[in-house]
């Protein structure tokens, strides 16, 4: 039995060494060499003056937004660094608000920060920079090769960023992008998502598995994640906030968070604000995803059924009067049929998010 036991331990250590990845020169993250975030490209952020570093609403507006927005708007979802490196070592140093942590999200969402790098035309990810407290260093990658790559990097979802430094090796480059991939310009505006937790990333494993950041990548084109958790209910200031953006887009995600009678009460005032400041731009109406839960919970069935044919009844209502910029998705398939695509019955799994996203592409397509 003891030497049986100490088989087994020699064996864990030998599959651990060879597993164990190469670590560069710089063995230790603290000796290389850290960029402000800010002097690279930054993405996804709407506002030239957001309420606070790596915020998602306008200064100018803050007087008229509820408190949980203003609390929320905080959050860094959607935000990302655009940068280019040809260092084999690149981490992440960042400082969260709130060290915010929920008992059905992984922190590496919730606070977490990953890397993609563009391979050809399409992202691929590479790695995750783990938070460990509010303060946190983490590598992204060890042991890359030293070719210069154009890399993305998606912050927190749920909570927000008050700094954060890119690291490289001491003798490696950093600097901005040139491919204009998910960066804004004028001939590629970016989309917006305006909706619930689920457009905010709940309960995505890490920031890059949200889907307004799947289908930037899908797309190639700068997206602005206006989620708000449990407060998507079409505020006013809400519709100011977004005819302050030019974009190329607007996806209109609300429902879990309103019912038949608020979608009457709201709705039509809201898309109308917004389509007369906006004319020939693209509108998306996206109906309640079908949950799993209702195929045995016909009263919340019931409801919700309602409220997607009041929403459809607007969406018609628009299409009489000559808006034909306005497309409109069924919640049916939306993430598949199977009841496996979320974490509790509502928030989305990456699964979830994958399947939400190849359902909406379409859509979104030129």
């Given at each position: 039995m003891k030497i049986s036991s100490r088989v087994s331990c020699l064996l864990a250590v030998t599959l651990f060494a060879l597993v164990k990845p190469v670590v560069s020169n710089a063995?230790?993250?603290?000796?290389?060499?850290?960029?402000?975030?800010?002097?690279?490209?930054?993405?996804?952020?709407?506002?030239?003056?957001?309420?606070?570093?790596?915020?998602?609403?306008?200064?100018?507006?803050?007087?008229?937004?509820?408190?949980?927005?203003?609390?929320?708007?905080?959050?860094?979802?959607?935000?990302?660094?655009?940068?280019?490196?040809?260092?084999?070592?690149?981490?992440?140093?960042?400082?969260?608000?709130?060290?915010?942590?929920?008992?059905?999200?992984?922190?590496?969402?919730?606070?977490?920060?990953?890397?993609?790098?563009?391979?050809?035309?399409?992202?691929?990810?590479?790695g995750t920079a783990k938070p460990v407290a509010k303060e946190s260093m983490s590598a992204f990658i060890r042991n890359g090769d030293s070719v210069m790559r154009e890399y993305i990097a998606y912050l927190p979802l749920y909570d927000g960023v008050e700094s954060l430094e890119i690291g490289v090796e001491p003798d490696a480059f950093l600097g901005k992008p040139i491919n204009p991939a998910l960066i804004f310009s004028t001939e590629r505006k970016p989309v917006i998502f305006y909706g619930t937790s689920i457009t905010q990333g709940g309960c995505a494993s890490r920031p890059g598995m949200a889907y307004p950041a799947i289908l930037g990548r899908m797309l190639n084109r700068e997206t602005i994640n206006l989620g708000f958790s449990g407060n998507a209910r079409m505020d006013k200031a809400i519709a100011k906030a977004i005819n302050m953006v030019d974009f190329h887009t607007l996806v209109l995600d609300?429902?879990?968070?309103?019912?038949?009678?608020?979608?009457?009460?709201?709705?039509?005032?809201?898309?109308?604000?917004?389509?007369?400041?906006?004319?020939?731009?693209?509108?998306?109406?996206?109906?309640?995803?079908?949950?799993?839960?209702?195929?045995?919970?016909?009263?919340?069935?019931?409801?919700?059924?309602?409220?997607?044919?009041?929403?459809?009844?607007?969406?018609?209502?628009?299409?009489?009067?000559?808006?034909?910029?306005?497309?409109?998705?069924?919640?049916?398939?939306?993430?598949?049929?199977?009841?496996?695509?979320?974490?509790?019955?509502?928030?989305?799994?990456?699964?979830?998010f994958q399947r939400f996203s190849e359902s909406l592409v379409k859509f979104l397509r030129d």
């Open positions: 063995t230790e993250l603290k000796d290389l060499k850290y960029t402000d975030a800010r002097s690279l490209q930054i993405t996804g952020m709407a506002y030239d003056t957001p309420l606070a570093e790596y915020s998602r609403l306008p200064e100018q507006l803050r007087g008229e937004f509820r408190e949980s927005l203003l609390s929320l708007g905080v959050n860094s979802a959607g935000i990302a660094v655009r940068f280019r490196s040809d260092s084999p070592v690149i981490a992440a140093s960042w400082r969260v608000r709130n060290n915010f942590s929920m008992n059905h999200m992984p922190d590496t969402g919730i606070r977490g920060l990953d890397l993609y790098t563009l391979d050809g035309d399409k992202w691929k990810y590479i609300c429902l879990p968070n309103m019912n038949a009678q608020m979608v009457r009460d709201s709705a039509e005032y809201f898309i109308r604000t917004i389509l007369s400041a906006n004319p020939g731009k693209n509108f998306i109406m996206v109906e309640n995803p079908r949950f799993p839960h209702l195929f045995i919970d016909s009263k919340n069935a019931a409801e919700i059924k309602e409220e997607n044919e009041v929403w459809r009844s607007l969406y018609e209502k628009f299409r009489k009067e000559g808006y034909r910029n306005i497309k409109y998705v069924r919640g049916e398939g939306l993430i598949g049929d199977d009841n496996e695509a979320t974490v509790d019955g509502v928030h989305l799994t990456d699964l979830g």
